[in-house]
Nanobody, 116 residues
Framework: VQLVESGGGLVHPGGSLTLSCTAY????????MSWYRQPPGKERELVAS????????DYADQVKGRFAISRDNAKNAVYLQMNTLQSDDTALYFC??????????WGQGTQVTVSS
């Protein structure tokens, strides 16, 4: 059972990236999925979350209007489209799966660095 993030990298300010998180060993269809990030020297913070069926989505104020979370339960994956990236978006990005009465799973993270 694991979550595997991918899609991170180095991008210039104003650029875009799309992160992917794929689940192995369990089906995400009954889990709420979230993206968190941990900037250097700071605590982990919630970026975006999406309910199991995708009907409820929330974003941190810092990313509203720039980031978009989505999921494809058939592919067992969740995505984070990140636009207009800023240096403050530099962080290790994590995927989390949480469901009622079920274990919570975290991925290992993918690094996003925004720099000129």
């Amino acid at each position: 059972v694991q979550l595997v993030e991918s899609g991170g990298g180095l991008v210039h300010p104003g650029g875009s990236l799309t992160l992917s998180c794929t689940a192995y060993g369990f089906a995400i269809s009954r889990y709420s999925m979230s993206w968190y990030r941990q900037p250097p020297g700071k605590e982990r913070e919630l970026v975006a979350s999406i309910s199991s069926a995708g009907g409820s989505i929330d974003y941190a104020d810092q990313v509203k209007g720039r980031f978009a979370i989505s999921r494809d339960n058939a592919k067992n994956a969740v995505y984070l489209q990140m636009n207009t990236l800023q240096s403050d978006d530099t962080a290790l990005y994590f995927c989390k799966a949480r469901g009622p009465g079920r274990p919570t799973y975290w991925g290992q993270g993918t690094q996003v660095t925004v720099s000129s």
